[in-house]
């Protein structure tokens, strides 16, 4: 059984930054890509961020330049670095582990419980 799980979230103000972080079980990153959604209240569940088994992240157009995605050295542990935070940026994130290794955005199957994020002055 995988388990993942999301830290990090809190409180910021506009301008700030934030880095939450992404855990699972045993060194599943060493074969699989992860990735970050989030979900803001009212709106449908959106892409932010993915990295591949292989090490290369990606970002979604609306974070490029604020967010940055990276992974430790053991592949236990997925980051999302948040900068430049835009009260927009408000939602519940959520980490999820890829069912791919190096394509992104093909599906998951595994979900961590999501931690908030709010973003206001």
């Known amino acids: 059984q995988v388990h993942v799980a999301e830290s990090g979230g809190g409180s910021a103000q506009p301008g700030g930054s934030l880095r939450l972080s992404c855990a699972a079980s045993?060194?599943?990153?060493?074969?699989?890509?992860a990735s970050w959604y989030r979900q803001a209240p009212g709106k449908e569940r959106e892409w932010v961020a993915g990295?591949?088994?292989?090490?290369?992240?990606e970002v979604a157009d609306s974070v490029k330049g604020r967010f940055t995605m990276t992974r430790d050295a053991a592949r236990t542990t997925a980051y999302l670095q948040m900068n430049r935070l835009k009260p927009e940026d408000t939602a519940v994130y959520y980490c999820?582990?890829?069912?791919?290794?190096?394509?992104?955005?093909?599906?998951?199957?595994?979900w961590g419980e999501g931690t908030q994020v709010t973003v206001s002055s």
């Open positions: 999820a582990k890829d069912t791919q290794g190096e394509r992104l955005l093909d599906g998951y199957d595994y």
């Open positions: 045993g060194r599943i990153f060493s074969f699989y890509a």
């Open positions: 990295i591949r088994s292989g090490g290369s992240p």
